[in-house]
Every structure is written in C-alpha cells, then in structure tokens.
C-alpha cells in the first residue's frame, strides 16, 4: 500500500473515493454540492472543482478536518469523512481532530462496517443504501425501473408487473431516522381491488402502504418487508396483465427497462410537438443497441404518423383500436393538456414505450381536498424537523402553517450582539432566548403556490429578523424565504432543506 495517496484533476470522484477506501477501509470521501446532495461520481474532479489550487496528498498521519478544510480551499468543494455503522453511513463531526488512521483504526474498535465496493448502477462505487433497496426488488422483479435514485431521500421504482401504468411506483423514503416505504397509485380500481382483499394495508392521500405506516432501521428487513407488502398488494392473482410481445422483444426491454437512461435520452432527442401523440417505429436493432446502452440517431427511427393530444379515435387509425384504447386507459388518470405531449414506440407491432410530457401544466399534483392536504404537510414536515433541538412545534393547523421553537442562550453571540439584547433581560428566561425565537411558516396563496419562510423572528411584534449572528462560529439562523408554484416542489424543497 501506497505511503500516499495522491490526486490530480483527471481523477474521478468514484476513482478516489475507491483508492481512499481501499487505504482506509473503514472510512470513505462523501462529495457533497452546496444542498448536501451527492456529486455525480463519473465525473473528474476537473470538473466539478470549483477552484483549481495546488494537488492534496492523503495519508495516514493527516487529520479529518484537515482534508476536509484541503479539499475545501484547493478545490472549493464540500467533501465529508465519512463511516458506516448500522447500515447507515454517518459524518465523523465529532472525531475531526483524529488522524485518518486513528478515525479508522476507533472505526473498527467500535463496530463499524467496512465500505465493500461493488457493481452499482453509477460504476465502481460504495453500494448507496438506495441502490441495496433496488437491487433486492429487481431480484424479485426483474422488470423493476429505477425512476429515481440516489438524489435525495426518496427512491421511486416502478414496478409494471404489479401495475403496468406509467407513474405507479413503489417509494423508499430513506430519511436518516429510518426507512418507510408505500406504493404511490392514482388508479382508483387498483387500490380499491387492494384493499378490499387485504386488511395489512392502509390507503393514504396518494396511494397505499403497511399498516401503521412502520419505520424500519435495517435494510435487510425494509427490503423483507416491502417485498412482502407486493405480494400482498398483488393478491394470489395480478389482475394487471402485460400486454403480449414477442418474447425476442421482451428480452430487449427488460435490459433498457433496467437503464432506461438510453430510451429517455432517445426520446428527448426527437424534438416533437407540444400538444400532439406521435408514433415511431423501432426495428431489432435499435432495440439492441438501447439494451447495451448505445443511443441510436433519432434518424433511425421511422415516423408512423402523429395526431392532436387526446384525439385516441384519431390515434386509432394508425396504431388500431385496440392498442388506442389500451393506451387511452393507460393515460386516463394523467394530467394531460394542451401542451402535453405523448410519444409512443412501437416494433414489428408490438407495444415497446410510451413516454408523456405534461406540458407547461405540473405533473402530478393530486386533487385532494384543502384539510386533508392540509394535515398531509403538517405530518409530512413534522416527520422533517424531529432532528432539530429544539424540536419546532406546530401552533397552527391551518394556513399559514406555523412551527415554533425557541433558541439556546448559548446560540447567541452577546459580544457582537447583532439584535441589541438586553443580556440580563435574555437570560433571565432560563436556558432560552427571551425576545427571540425560530419559525417555520408556510402559507398557501389562493392561485395555489405556496410561500415559505423560515429563520428567526422578534416574539411581541412576531418581525421577523434577517439572521441571529454573523460570527461564523455561531448559527446564523439567515432567514429563508421562497416560493413555489405547486406541492410537489415546496416537498422536494422541504426534504432538501431539512435531511
């Protein structure tokens, strides 16, 4: 083994990341962006740099927060040492001032887990606990897309086996105080056919789950378990049936099915009209080439033919009435406007993919009713912020949503005092500020965007402030204010924000 371990900007992150693993084996590089979310790992640190100072050198005698601090200022980028342990990787905040050898040396001392790095579906790299998720429901189902992975806490696999419509999708939310898990489902029959077999399954505002809602800290047993709840949801027989096809094409679209990065970015490429259905044609070997991951020309593909979206009768003269219907019922329960498009591939015949962009309308925002909605968000950012201490509390269960917390004494900077305190006055009130305290508000404007805040606020006039401190040694607390135009957006914020 190497006395150093030594680095330049043509290496990749996955390169490092496995060279410094295979150095420290209890320990690993996490390469986070400035919303804590991970760095594509294919890439070279040339290019995700931020500064191009001088090369770092790793070895054994040098402290954990002095490579942080290296990477930090030669190259501008956040990377964390980081180790395993209960199958959840942990940041080692409290063990900055060990050596890397003394950090992995305590690492195994105290039951840590070594980082194995194996296949995955992003290269050479240590298996996320997403991608052990994934790689336990392929196995039982083999037609299983990863919609998404590893971007943040939520992972979102369909399944066209359990339900063949686009958007159904069995979630992982892998948020670090454990792992839940539903089936996200818009189609009415399906969760009523659900339910009325099974008594271990609860319907929520959008979809099904277990019972309970449980929260699982192993992996082996959410996998155990949700595998289980698919059997469960699917009955003794699946009422959803693929549609027929030649068994030479199946093959082929499972393999893209697993990646199915090649057919997106084919689809992508063709450039068709808003508010139209288009039909390609695909022969064997394109189909072969998007199975090994090789993107044909668009060129490639021959047009069939296109209509107006939402004309199926239309559609049905170029495809039959058969596969117009079964596409039409497909689509029912979309969001389809007059911007949508939908484009649809077809070989020898046979049904291969269809792939739908709602348009300048959102996608995917549910028509709930306003309470139930309502109590949705409350217990969906109550599940968000039960790290923070202290814990804010709910003290409005109607818009504008509001949580409250108050702030540590020893969180304020008296000497600068940047908010005019009354130091007697402050601490006269315990361990807790007196006049200030931290909110988080959420408000619903009548078009249905969403504004949202949170920091600091002056507790007589309810004012709120533009931050607590400017010493770096202390919490800011800056106010956050943003807006979003629909739910979806101010959730995939809110999960950034507080995970």
Request: aromatic share 10%; glycine share 4%.
């Amino acid at each position: 083994m190497a006395a150093e371990l030594s680095m330049n900007g043509r290496k990749k992150i996955a390169t490092i990341q496995k060279q410094f693993t295979n150095k420290f084996n209890y320990l690993t590089l996490l390469f986070l962006d400035e919303n804590r979310k991970s760095l594509d790992i294919s890439k070279s640190l040339s290019e995700v740099r931020k500064v191009k100072g001088a090369d770092i050198s790793i070895n054994a005698g040098l402290k954990v927060n002095t490579l942080e601090a290296r990477f930090r200022d030669n190259y501008g980028l956040m990377v964390e040492v980081a180790y395993m342990k209960d199958d959840k990787v942990l940041h080692t905040k409290d063990n900055v001032d060990k050596t890397l050898n003394e950090m992995n040396r305590w690492c195994e001392e105290n039951g840590c887990q070594k980082f194995e790095f194996k296949k995955s579906l992003r290269g050479d790299t240590v298996l996320s606990l997403q991608e052990q998720l994934f790689n336990a429901i392929s196995e039982e189902y083999p037609d299983a897309v990863a919609k998404k992975m590893n971007k943040d806490n939520f992972m979102d696999v369909h399944l066209p086996s359990v339900n063949p419509k686009k958007g159904t999708h069995i979630f992982f939310n892998t948020a670090k105080e454990g792992i839940k898990f539903g089936f996200y489902c818009r189609d009415e029959a399906f969760v009523k056919s659900v339910l009325d077999k099974s008594s271990i399954i609860e319907e929520y505002a959008q979809g099904l789950r277990p019972v309970g809602n449980p929260l699982f800290s192993d992996v082996d047993k959410a996998a155990e378990a949700a595998l289980a709840f698919i059997v469960e949801m699917m009955g003794e027989v699946n009422e959803f049936s693929k549609r027929d096809v030649n068994p030479v094409i199946a093959e082929y679209v499972s393999a893209f099915q697993e990646n199915p990065d090649p057919i997106c970015d084919l689809l992508d490429n063709l450039g068709t009209e808003k508010g139209k259905m288009s039909v390609y044609k695909v022969n064997l070997d394109i189909l072969s080439n998007l199975a090994y991951a090789n993107i044909p020309e668009t060129d490639d593909l021959e047009f069939a033919g296109k209509v107006d979206i939402n004309d199926w009768d239309g559609l049905a003269e170029i495809i039959g009435e058969d596969e117009a219907e079964a596409n039409k019922n497909e689509y029912s329960n979309d969001e389809i406007t007059s911007s949508s498009k939908i484009i649809f591939l077809y070989s020898g015949g046979d049904y291969v993919y269809s792939f739908l962009n709602p348009g300048d309308e959102e996608d995917g925002i549910d028509s709930i009713d306003t309470e139930n909605e309502t109590k949705e968000l409350i217990a969906f950012v109550d599940s968000l912020i039960t790290n923070l201490d202290p814990t804010p509390v709910n003290i409005n269960d109607d818009f504008p949503l509001r949580w409250e917390s108050n702030i540590f004494i020893e969180d304020y900077d008296f000497s600068e005092n940047y908010l005019d305190l009354d130091q007697d006055e402050e601490r006269s009130n315990g361990k807790h500020l007196k006049s200030v305290a931290t909110a988080i508000e959420i408000n619903k404007e009548a078009d249905g965007s969403f504004e949202f805040r949170d920091g600091i606020f002056m507790i007589e006039t309810h004012a709120w402030c533009s931050k607590l401190n400017t010493n770096q040694d202390l919490p800011s607390f800056s106010l956050i204010n943003e807006k979003f135009s629909n739910l979806i957006a101010l959730k995939d914020f809110l999960v950034e924000t507080y995970s």
